[in-house]
């Protein structure tokens, strides 16, 4: 089936370092890719997604490339601020397979960016 | 506009008590989600309902489990009883399955504590 591995956290950062949070997928289809955020005491919010290879998504300076060559979906942003401090969930929908539109989520990788 | 709508926000209950949790998806999504989040086992897909109708409820841990959605402002999560080993916190989601984009909009989920 499908399903969605990231890197283990957390992960702390100072202000204004570059950021990579690697994410690798397994998919019988071709699912569209997606990175949500969440903050402390909220639900998810989509930040970027990309619905087929080589798209690269991107959204408040955060970016995201489909390759589909090595399965990846890893997120990037090259100066981070505190406020990007948050739980970061990679996750994977396909409609053709068993789970239809439903996301599938990896762990989350928790960032903490100190000033 | 208003996002998805989740109550109650926090729960606390006596293991063996019923728990409901209710939530109202964006108007003229068609389609909805219930997760479960949890340290040991991040978010796991419950039950997902397209035109109020239940899709794949495999997700859903056993028979104490049962969802409703009567129709499309509105749907329930229930628990009966409730055990310790059902604390966590429970989103609802909801999306728009034609002209699909993938994007789930989630509510800021209810935490369910059971003692």
């Known amino acids: 089936g499908n399903s969605v591995t990231q890197m283990e956290g957390p992960v702390t950062l100072s202000e204004e370092a570059f950021l990579t949070i690697n994410c690798t997928y397994t998919?019988?289809?071709?699912?569209?890719l997606f990175w949500y955020v969440q903050y402390p005491g909220e639900g998810l919010q989509l930040l970027l997604k990309?619905?087929?290879?080589?798209d690269k998504g991107s959204n408040k300076g955060f970016e995201a490339t489909y390759r589909k060559e090595t399965t990846s979906f890893h997120l990037e942003k090259g100066s981070v601020q505190v406020s990007d401090s948050a739980v970061y969930f990679c996750a994977l929908s396909d409609p053709n397979s068993n789970s239809g539109y439903a996301l599938n989520f990896g762990k989350g990788t928790s960032l903490l960016v100190t000033p | 506009d208003a996002g998805v709508i989740q109550s109650p926000r926090h729960e606390v209950t006596e293991m063996g008590q019923e728990v409901t949790l209710r939530c109202k998806p964006i108007?003229?999504?068609?389609?909805l989600f219930w997760y479960r989040q949890t340290m040991m086992r991040g978010l796991e897909l419950l039950i997902y309902f397209n035109n109020n109708v239940p899709i794949d409820d495999s997700g859903m841990p056993e028979d104490r489990f049962s969802a409703k959605m009567p129709n499309a402002s509105f749907s329930t999560l229930k628990i009966q009883p409730s055990e310790p080993r059902d604390s966590a916190v429970y989103f609802c989601a909801s999306g728009l399955t034609g002209g699909y984009t993938g994007e789930l909009f989630f509510g800021e989920g209810s935490r369910l504590t059971v003692l």
């Open positions: 990309a619905t087929k290879a080589d």
């Open positions: 998919a019988t289809g071709y699912p569209s």
């Open positions: 108007s003229g999504h068609n389609s």
